[in-house]
């Protein structure tokens, strides 16, 4: 499962994702902004993605945001959540690969829909390498969220 979630710097490309995961048949559930609100606050869809995230170690998020800075800060609040704002396709494999990232930050302002759709296609597809160094600092991430 994939938890979409937007505010409104980030709703534009939001939607766009979500055209893109159904043509890919990848499930996913948006978690709002459901309409285009310019008042609306990040924190809002970030807390809501990253607690939906964080209940499954196999469930996704992806975030947008104007930056991506500020979902990505919001969603690492959250216990368990290692988030990670994106911009090009060889941070996404590496996000995955060292870090096991499980929730992807993107910039609504910056990010062309295709350069996105290709990001998330490679974030997606990549797997956590699970090599010992990688596993012992998660190990000492998740050490001290306890």
Same mark, same amino acid.
């Given at each position: 499962m994939i938890y979409l979630g937007a505010d409104h710097a980030g709703f534009k490309l939001k939607e766009q994702i979500k055209k893109y995961l159904q043509t890919q048949k990848l499930k996913f559930q948006d978690l709002g902004n +459901? !309409? +285009? $609100?310019? $008042? @609306? @606050? &990040?924190? @809002? &869809?970030? +807390? !809501?993605? *990253?607690k939906a995230v964080a209940k499954d170690k196999n469930y996704k998020g992806i975030l947008i945001c104007g930056t991506s800075f500020g979902v990505c800060v919001v969603a690492n609040k959250v216990k368990g959540i290692r988030a990670v704002s994106i911009n090009n396709l060889k941070d996404a494999k590496l996000s995955r690969q060292h870090n096991d990232a499980n929730v992807l930050c993107l910039s609504g302002w910056e990010l062309k829909p295709d350069l996105a759709k290709k990001i998330i296609k490679v974030w997606l597809a990549t797997k956590f390498s699970n090599? *010992?160094?990688?596993?012992r600092r998660l190990a000492k991430i998740k050490k001290y969220e306890s």
């Amino acid at each position: 499962m994939i938890y979409l979630g937007a505010d409104h710097a980030g709703f534009k490309l939001k939607e766009q994702i979500k055209k893109y995961l159904q043509t890919q048949k990848l499930k996913f559930q948006d978690l709002g902004n +459901f !309409k +285009f $609100n310019k $008042n @609306d @606050d &990040y924190p @809002d &869809y970030g +807390f !809501k993605v *990253a607690k939906a995230v964080a209940k499954d170690k196999n469930y996704k998020g992806i975030l947008i945001c104007g930056t991506s800075f500020g979902v990505c800060v919001v969603a690492n609040k959250v216990k368990g959540i290692r988030a990670v704002s994106i911009n090009n396709l060889k941070d996404a494999k590496l996000s995955r690969q060292h870090n096991d990232a499980n929730v992807l930050c993107l910039s609504g302002w910056e990010l062309k829909p295709d350069l996105a759709k290709k990001i998330i296609k490679v974030w997606l597809a990549t797997k956590f390498s699970n090599l *010992a160094r990688h596993k012992r600092r998660l190990a000492k991430i998740k050490k001290y969220e306890s």
